[in-house]
């Protein structure tokens, strides 16, 4: 079965930064188009950022030249990069393989929590 442990959140300031990482057990994360999502209270979970299996990103909008996605395939790890955090960013953040931009394919993980606040 597929475990996906995300960590690396916390409180941080405006304008900070945090590092999280996505481990994943049972599932092989470099033959899959991997992805971020969060969940902000009172909304839906939606995909901030993905990377394919020959590296290729992709992002959200609000997440551009802020975020960088990257994946150890020797580790079978996935990570975010999130530089200038904003409040808007605080949100649960979640680690998958990508069905679409609200939809994973595996169980979801527990998460790790990002709150963005001064």
């Known amino acids: 079965q597929v475990q996906l442990v995300e960590s690396g959140g916390g409180l941080v300031q405006p304008g900070g930064s945090l590092r999280l990482s996505c481990a994943g057990s049972?599932?092989?994360?470099?033959?899959?188009?991997m992805g971020w999502y969060r969940q902000a209270p009172g909304k839906q979970r939606e995909l901030v950022a993905s990377?394919?299996?020959?590296?290729?990103?992709n992002y959200v909008d609000s997440v551009k030249g802020r975020f960088t996605i990257s994946r150890d395939n020797a580790k079978n790890t996935v990570y975010l990069q999130m530089n200038s955090l904003k409040p808007e960013d605080t949100a649960v953040y979640y680690c998958?393989?990508?069905?679409?931009?609200?939809?994973?394919?595996?169980?979801w993980g527990q998460g790790t929590q990002v709150t963005v606040s001064a």
């Open positions: 990377i394919d299996g020959g590296g290729f990103q």
């Open positions: 998958n393989a990508v069905i679409n931009r609200l939809q994973g394919y595996w169980p």
């Open positions: 049972g599932a092989i994360f470099s033959i899959n188009f």
